[in-house]
Structures are given as structure tokens and as C-alpha cells.
């Protein structure tokens, strides 16, 4: 019982809820990643985004499907209703990028901080495509179904085009996973 007790104090705050800690490791090697987005909304070249890895979004249309809203509300950029998923044009943002590039958007764990293979962000605040689903556990919050979503990452638009980007909208992106 006192080991622990030690455990625990010594536990950073973030680990008291344990879910912020069920994220997946990220692959040394590049890997690719995804920013969903209206059509007109841009990133400056210091901004910050919140993307996805490929990977998963892979997985989650091949056990869910491709359909557009769905896609949306498990990704946590828009609400529960499917107005603005169908109203606004959306598109994806493709980038190669390494994982030290990468941190985990996980509120109240200490920045730097490696959890499941990458650093703790230094800034907490929602970057951009951090919306609806943003639950500051390094994961989204499936507005659709209220469960847990995917993983989420952070890298900052100039890290990520460096090494270049594709860019097509939600539809076409959909077809070709």
C-alpha cells in the first residue's frame, strides 16, 4: 500500500485521469499526418494546428465507413449536428512529418514531458482545429457518438510544410482512403 501511495504522489496531475494516457505510440519514422479544415481557414506560419495520423484515419473509415459527417464528428471539428459538416466545404491538409516535430496537446502534464513516444506541448491553449471535440487528453472527443474520438497530435505549419503538403478536399481525400 505505500508504494503506492508513493506512486501516486509522485504521479503528475494529468495522470489522475488515466484515459489522458491512453494514446498511441507515434512512429520514429515519418509519418503522415492530416489537418481537417474549412476550405477558407489557414494556418499562419507560426500558427499551430491539431492533426491526425494518417494511420488512424485509415482505420477508423475502414471499420466505420467514409461518410463526410461521420468522418467530421469522429475527428471532433464540428458539433453533434451535421449542418455545418454539410453547409461549409471542407478540406485535408496532408503533411510528412517526423514525430519531434510532434507534441501531445495534454492539459496539465508537465511540457516536455514524453508520453507514449512524444513531448508534452508547451502551450495548452486549442490550436487551430482544436473545435467541438477538443478534450486536452491528446485525443478527441467523437462529437457524434460522445466517445472517445482519435488521437490527436500538435506541429506547427512551419515544421509540417517544410517537407512539403497536399492539399484536396474532404470528398476526394474520402474516396482514396
Known amino acids: 500500500m505505500t508504494g503506492l501511495l508513493a506512486a501516486l504522489a509522485l504521479a503528475p496531475a494529468y ?32 500558427g499551430w494546428m491539431e492533426v491526425i495520423e494518417m494511420a488512424d484515419l485509415e482505420a477508423w473509415t475502414k471499420e466505420h465507413g467514409k461518410d ?9 471539428v464540428v458539433g453533434k449536428g451535421a449542418n455545418r ?6 478540406k485535408v491538409t496532408v503533411f510528412d512529418v517526423g514525430r519531434d516535430l510532434t507534441c501531445r496537446p495534454i492539459e496539465g502534464a508537465t511540457p516536455g514531458t514524453q508520453i507514449a513516444s512524444v513531448a508534452v506541448c508547451e ?3 486549442p490550436a487551430h482545429g482544436a473545435k467541438h471535440g477538443f478534450t486536452g487528453c491528446g485525443y478527441s472527443r467523437d462529437t457524434g457518438s460522445g466517445a472517445r474520438g482519435l488521437d490527436v497530435l500538435r506541429v506547427q505549419w512551419e515544421d509540417a510544410a517544410r517537407e512539403g503538403f497536399c492539399v484536396m478536399p474532404l470528398d476526394r481525400f474520402l474516396e482514396g482512403l
Not at 485521469?17 to 520514429?28: I, N, Q, T, Y
Not at 463526410?68 to 471532433?76: E, N
Not at 459538416?85 to 471542407?90: D, F, H, I
Request: charged share 25%; hydrophobic share 40%; aromatic share 6%.
Open 15 to 46: 495522470a489522475q485521469d488515466a484515459a489522458c494516457l491512453a494514446v498511441g505510440d507515434v512512429a520514429e519514422t515519418t509519418p503522415q499526418v492530416v489537418w481537417i479544415s474549412p476550405v477558407r481557414k489557414h494556418v499562419r506560419k507560426r
Open 68 to 76: 463526410s459527417v461521420r468522418f467530421l464528428q469522429a475527428a471532433g
Open 85 to 90: 459538416a454539410r453547409s461549409t466545404p471542407w
Open 123 to 125: 502551450d495548452q491553449k
